[in-house]
């Protein structure tokens, strides 16, 4: 059984399509990766999967059940996280505090108790410190459990965003590019931490342009363009697909190719793909 | 061993800044010559809890009201009509006066919260001029432009009247709400508070229901305001509707920003200082207002977060500035 399944998928934004009839299923256990140019959906792919964009067309089915059109915190209950390729990072608050924030769905109490500072909320907020502290130490952190989230550097953010995420205790955790920006000592780490979620029981859907990265973690890779599902399977199937190959080398773009006869595109492609 | 953890608790806000602002209420009174002094006293501490209600909305959850006297004003009228006209006692009056705005400011949230940034201004602004039209033009209940007088404060038979004994009232409840509203920031709801403040998105995808918390802190403002509104009406014994006015609005947003936004104490010291100032510098006459305004643009320049988030800082930055420096030396 699947763990997120989506049928016929869309979302137009006036007349554009950025995500355009898209069905596939995703594996409990997996390392799912979609890859793609810039500008194919995938990023409006993951706000379709954690409910920030509502779809226009098709539905999102998570552990079989029906998501479609619910809020985004509905998602993050049910045990969807996520990063963002623009991070969204609490500027107003230190880094530890962020993590704590992952921890709300567990440490969400009643008002009363929070006004009055009840001292069962007061243990509480000491264990959930503690493990915030623990996962910021998880991803690497160590070094910042004590910093102001805005005095810290862009690679220790984007690992910040992972360990907020991983507060969640998801069951299935989506990152948008999270090697962009990192160099690459921090991409090697990286790696090495998608590893490590997976090893967790974290279902993990990476979105990257990162294709050593992509090439090295996947269990499955879907390949978007222009919002549609160009190709879809295992690493190596993916990268020998000849159809993707023709596609991508542009042996014979015609204007009935996935690409529309645009040249330029199609090498763009290609060359990430042989990166 | 056992020192430090001592040492900590006392530097932090709860702990540290409790005992701080009880010390100053408790020793305030030996600067306090006579009865006008301890009438602004009063006027302050009243101010500071309407201004610690708002802060919780603006500062932290970063969503603006520019229509607060109208809460105040239906905590003060509420009060004064259940308790003088229908002869309710204080208590009950000042319950079912707030528990009424509590649920007025959870039917009006709804709507107005999903607005965002200057569409938000716009209907809070209209709110609270909405509240003032319908107490200025129902005169047949509020007195309208003339207002009306308020029966004194009573418990039981225990009747409070006079500067001193509002002092030590309205001194002990402002400790209770600066006390309630730390408590609040330092929860997981009001972690959430803030964090819907900086990203609304990145709040949601935690499992925040950024409305449901928005008109959460929207209704505990509210609360607040009319708590200071009914007690303000018993201790002057009169209300009109000056302190319903938008200008009044203003005036409770600018206590909170230049004190500090998202500072429960710099919402105290904001509402101390702007209340206080314009007494100082009735000596100025003519140009009163001219000063205060060169006050404001002056601290708003040097102190850009406002009073006491600036000064904070730059204690902070001085402290390990030397510590580096001792550092160095070792
Ligand atoms: N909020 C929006 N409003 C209008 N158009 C949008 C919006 N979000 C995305 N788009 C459009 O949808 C398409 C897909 O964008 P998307 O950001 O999902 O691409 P992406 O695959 O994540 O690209 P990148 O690799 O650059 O991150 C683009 O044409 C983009 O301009
Ligand atoms: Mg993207």
């Known amino acids: ?275 | 061993m056992l020192a430090r953890p001592m040492l900590q608790r006392l530097a932090s806000p709860r702990t540290g800044g409790l005992l701080a602002l009880a010390a100053v209420i408790a020793l305030l009174p030996l600067a306090l010559r006579n009865s006008y002094f301890y009438d602004v006293a009063i006027l302050v501490g009243l101010n500071a809890i309407v201004c610690i209600g708002l802060n919780l909305l603006i500062g932290y959850a970063g969503q603006i009201s520019l229509g607060h006297a109208g809460f105040f004003g239906l905590g003060a009228y509420g009060s004064a009509i259940l308790a003088s006209r229908y002869g309710w006692p204080p208590t009950a009056a000042l319950l079912a006066t707030t528990l009424a705005v509590a649920v007025l400011a959870f039917i009006v949230g709804r709507p107005i919260l999903r607005l965002r940034g200057h569409y938000l201004a716009m209907a809070t602004l209209g709110l609270g001029i909405i509240i003032f039209m319908i107490i200025t033009t129902e005169d047949k209940f509020t007195g309208g432009p003339d207002g009306i007088s308020v029966v004194p404060f009573r418990i039981g038979g225990f009747v409070l009247q006079g500067e001193h004994i509002w002092y030590w009232v309205v001194g002990a409840l402002l400790l209770v709400a600066v006390w309630l509203a730390l408590n609040l920031i330092e929860s997981p709801a009001g972690r959430a508070l803030r964090a819907l403040h900086s990203s609304e998105v990145g709040a949601e995808v935690v499992g925040i229901n950024a409305a449901e918390h928005k008109l959460m802190v929207f209704v505990i403002s509210a609360v607040y305001a009319s708590v200071a509104g009914s007690l303000a009406a018993h201790y002057s014994g009169f209300v009109t509707p000056g302190k319903v006015a938008f200008l009044h609005s203003i005036e409770l947003v600018t206590m909170v920003v230049f004190g500090g936004l998202a500072s429960t104490f710099g919402a105290v010291v904001g509402a101390a200082v702007l209340t206080t100032l314009p007494q100082l510098l009735a000596t100025f006459e003519d140009y009163e207002m001219m000063v205060f305004g060169a006050v404001m643009i002056g601290t708003m320049i040097f102190l850009p977060r406002g009073v006491v988030p600036s000064l904070a800082r730059l204690f902070k930055s001085r402290r390990s500035a030397a510590a580096d420096g001792n550092a160095e030396k070792t």
């Open chain 1, 1 to 275: 059984m699947s763990l997120l399944r989506v049928e016929g998928l869309g979302k137009k934004f006036g007349g554009v399509n950025a995500v355009e009839d898209l069905s596939f299923a995703i594996a409990p256990g997996a390392v799912y990766s979609i890859i793609g140019p810039n500008g194919a959906g995938k990023t409006t792919l993951l706000n379709l999967l954690t409910g920030v964009y509502r779809p226009s067309a098709g539905q999102i089915l998570f552990q079989e059940q029906d998501l479609t059109g619910r809020a985004p915190y509905e998602y993050a209950r049910q045990g969807i996280a996520r990063t963002f390729q623009n991070l969204q990072i609490f500027f107003n608050m230190s880094a530890l505090e962020n993590v704590m924030v992952g921890r709300y769905m567990q440490e969400r109490c009643g008002l009363a108790s929070a006004l009055l500072h009840s001292p069962r909320l007061a243990r509480a907020e000491r264990a959930c410190r503690e493990e915030a502290a623990e996962l910021m130490r998880y991803v690497g952190l160590q070094d910042y459990l004590s910093s102001v989230s805005d005095a810290m550097p862009y690679g220790a953010l984007k690992r910040l965003e992972i360990a907020r995420a991983l507060a969640t205790a998801p069951k299935l955790m989506l990152l948008d590019e999270p090697a962009a920006g990192l160099n690459p000592t921090e991409a090697l780490e990286l790696d090495d931490l998608i590893g490590r979620l997976s090893d967790r029981g974290v279902t993990v859907v990476l979105v990257e342009h990162n294709m050593r990265l992509v090439m090295g973690v996947s269990d499955q890779i879907l390949v978007l363009d222009y919002g549609r599902k160009l190709a879809e399977g295992p690493a190596l199937t993916v990268r020998n697909d000849p159809k993707v190959i023709e596609a991508y080398l542009g042996s014979a773009i015609t204007p009935e190719t996935p690409y529309g006869g645009d040249v330029a595109r199609a090498v763009a492609v290609a060359v990430e793909m042989q990166r």
